[in-house]
């Protein structure tokens, strides 16, 4: 609206603000006045919540760079973000990384949300721009986390979250849907990464879930090794458990170990507070303690693999106490050569690595300590080139 007082024309807010925006991006660009949300105004002359196709996309548009002002407007804080990010991931190895695009997804949807509901109920152009905006804002959110799914998938696969694993042909939608189902695990992983971790950094001595351990590794599975196992029966009296556990003996400390063929210095001691298995590759000249977690993911039943490739994998706790049973061992594995005199960190207590030894992970990611022999008799190459090339260098160090 336009008036005329004594020959002086007046003119409207709207249209003021509209020439003020008009000369400052002609003096300025477009890109300080949006950095100091200035470009925030009406400029059709009807302040009244509703813009025009071209401006909603322009707006929308500057929300999907949006992280750009924030990262001069607020530098610090934006730092602060990032490295937190880094920090988790590395801290980690990567396990929290689905974690972080489940959030992202979710994070950048609510405010894609938030903004459609501003713009719906907009009263000013100002307004409307911003909500576009913010509808920018989550849409870049959603977009980059969703392009990091597949990514972070196959970073948490390898950092120890085991339903983290995806197809390769697997599309952006199926990965962040993944993203989202293996979250518990991943958080789970995580605190696990960081624990193992922090006790390699305080200890100087390698523990599971490290990023230590995990560095370097080459990965195998097992031969279809063929053993007697029975169930650690630890009730009874001290006479009892030791007539009803064959081989098994008691250390000076006290403690119920079998041989350690390999170092008779260092007996297998047996964790008589969990399930324990006593595992016999030579009657009781070789003999090896298994984690019953260990045991139920690794041995299956003989008989029924032999006859048509079953993997009946056993159960401990539906095994009787002291029955020997004939187990076939196919689980997955790897190793990592290390110095020797390499401290590790194993379920049966501190180990050091000797000449000819190298460090084995089980499947569950535990480590032990056995010789490059013992590797290379027991197990074989996956299908990739680092495992092949990994067991010639193991071949050619267990010769010297």
Known sequence: MVSSINGNYNITNNQLQKTNYTAVTQKSSWFKYWLEDKDKICT????????SFKEG???FGKGLIGIVKSAIKHPIATGLTIAAGAVLTVATGGAALPVLVAAGVTLGTAQIGVGVYKAATSETDGEAKQALETIGNGTFAVAVSMLSAKGALNAASKAGVSSASTAKDANIIQSTVDCFKVTPGAILQSAKNIKGNFLTYAT???HANSNALRKGQVEYMSKANEAQAYRFNPNGTEEEILANNPGVFKDTNGNYCIPNKWNPDEPYIIDTTKEQMIMMYDGTSDMAVCDGSVFNGSYVDTAAFKTSGQLNYQNPANLEYGKIVDVTKQAPGAFKM???GTKVQTLEGVRTIGDGEVIAVDHTGSPYVTTAKNILKRNIPIDTE??????????QFSEQ
């Open 386 to 395: 680092k495992s092949i090339n990994g067991f010639e260098t193991l071949k």
């Open 204 to 206: 100087g001595t390698i």
């Open 338 to 340: 290390a110095p020797a």
């Open 44 to 51: 059709d002359g009807k302040d009244d919540g509703k813009i």
């Open 57 to 59: 996309a322009a707006s």
